[in-house]
């Protein structure tokens, strides 16, 4: 059986955020493979930002397997130092050879656990460099899913660190056009590799209507992330310039203030996965409030996929890759144009099955056929 080691950013357990590698995992295991996802590095310090994350990162901590789900094992290794903006922890070095500072040695734990020999070696989270020098792996493949070097979550060293993966991997998938330059500078091809959908998932028939949409009409629905990119002044000026419900889904982590209490706008927090295409299925229109930057235009946004699967006309910021992908949907060019999109799409000016249509064709599924065509060459 082929085996598949995969660095992401989240949990693969994670109730709320189901991004590209959880699919691309998923798809590994239909595949015939085993999949071994490891967890970030942690130590205390994790603690005191996130204690549930931290028991849960302890609890997968010891070198045997730990199934996830079939043929999918959870490892979290535990260092001495971490890599990130935190004091004296932003230097690229640390990652370079966060080797020399796991405990025990990392080596003898992946090979307890079966896994110190891979087929793949499959990267999106930098943080994982380290990888690179403790396993015997036959392909290494960088998914670079985001603008890095515009990430508050990263410090400016995270660019030689990208660099150092860029020329160590074999194959280097992008989730954006915009992402290839860093690619091409080091002479190296990209192969442009969007996000995607479970699209059986979130097309499902006949949901129940959330208790929150009870008595609701009009209603626009945001499902994601709420950070650095998230135009809160946006969402204000949608719900002062229309009679539109606003339902925004998702874990804050910038300030909500200026908008938590007006009388049509509803912060719901986070949903667990399985009950999102409630909310999207019962909602007369999505949206995608960005504001517009260098991190944004490089995004391929999940939801934007997600959205349309449900049957769900979309307004989105004015970004160049949700542009790039020639969706069926309203991208406006400022401010006044999106409550435009919005009350165009509440009046129902619409073709639902070229919403839908474009979600059918944008399947996690296809993504894996096309990432295995580019890898191996079948």
């Known amino acids: 059986m082929k085996r598949v080691i995969i660095g992401d950013f989240v949990?693969?357990?994670?109730?709320?955020?189901?991004?590209?590698?959880?699919?691309?995992?998923?798809?590994?295991?239909?595949?015939?493979w085993e999949v071994l996802w490891m967890s970030n590095l942690f130590n205390e310090l994790i603690y005191i930002k996130d204690k549930k994350g931290y028991k849960?990162?302890?609890?997968?901590s010891s070198p045997e397997r730990h199934e996830l789900a079939k043929n999918i094992y959870g490892f979290a290794p535990y260092s001495l130092r971490l890599y990130g903006n935190y004091l004296f922890s932003k230097d690229e070095k640390i990652v370079l050879n966060n080797q020399k500072y796991i405990v025990p040695d990392i080596k003898k734990s992946l090979k307890k656990i079966g896994f110190d020999r891979v087929d793949i070696l499959w990267i999106s989270n930098p943080k994982h460099y380290y990888l690179t020098n403790v396993l015997d792996y036959d392909k290494l493949i960088f998914r670079i899913p985001d603008d890095f070097s515009h990430h508050n979550g990263f410090p400016e060293s995270v660019v030689e660190i990208e660099k150092r993966l860029i020329d160590k991997a074999d194959v280097i998938f992008?989730?954006?056009?915009?992402?290839?330059?860093?690619?091409?500078?080091?002479?190296?091809?990209?192969?442009?590799?969007?996000?995607?959908v479970d699209f059986q998932h979130?097309?499902?028939?006949?949901?129940?209507?959330?208790?929150?949409?009870?008595?609701?009409?009009?209603?626009?629905?945001?499902?994601?992330?709420?950070?650095?990119?998230?135009d809160v002044g946006l969402i204000r000026e949608i719900a002062d310039g229309s009679d539109a419900n606003i339902f925004i889904i998702g874990r804050p982590r910038i300030d909500l203030s200026k908008i938590k209490n007006l009388k049509n706008v509803y912060i719901l927090g986070p949903r667990p996965y399985e009950e999102i295409p409630s909310y999207l299925k019962n909602a007369d229109v999505a949206i995608i409030p960005f504001i517009k930057n260098q991190l944004t235009d490089a995004v391929s946004p999940i939801k934007l996929y997600e959205y349309a699967?449900?049957?769900?006309?979309?307004v989105s910021s004015n970004l160049k890759e949700v542009k790039n992908t020639m969706a069926p949907i309203y991208v406006a060019k400022d401010t006044s144009d999106f409550l435009t999109g919005i009350k165009k799409y509440l009046n129902k000016e619409y073709?639902?099955?070229?919403?839908?249509?474009?979600?059918?064709?944008?399947?996690?599924g296809a993504r894996y056929e096309y990432a295995m065509k580019i890898i191996y060459g079948r």
């Open 309 to 314: 699967s449900s049957g769900i006309p979309v």
């Open 351 to 364: 073709n639902r099955e070229d919403i839908i249509n474009f979600g059918f064709n944008n399947s996690w």
């Open 11 to 32: 949990e693969y357990n994670d109730k709320i955020s189901k991004l590209g590698n959880y699919h691309y995992a998923n798809c590994f295991v239909k595949d015939g």
């Open 56 to 60: 849960f990162k302890k609890s997968i």
């Open 202 to 230: 979130f097309n499902k028939q006949n949901l129940t209507v959330p208790r929150e949409y009870h008595g609701k009409e009009k209603r626009v629905v945001y499902v994601g992330a709420i950070d650095e990119w998230f």
């Open 174 to 196: 992008i989730t954006s056009k915009f992402l290839e330059n860093k690619v091409l500078e080091r002479n190296k091809k990209p192969y442009l590799l969007n996000n995607g």
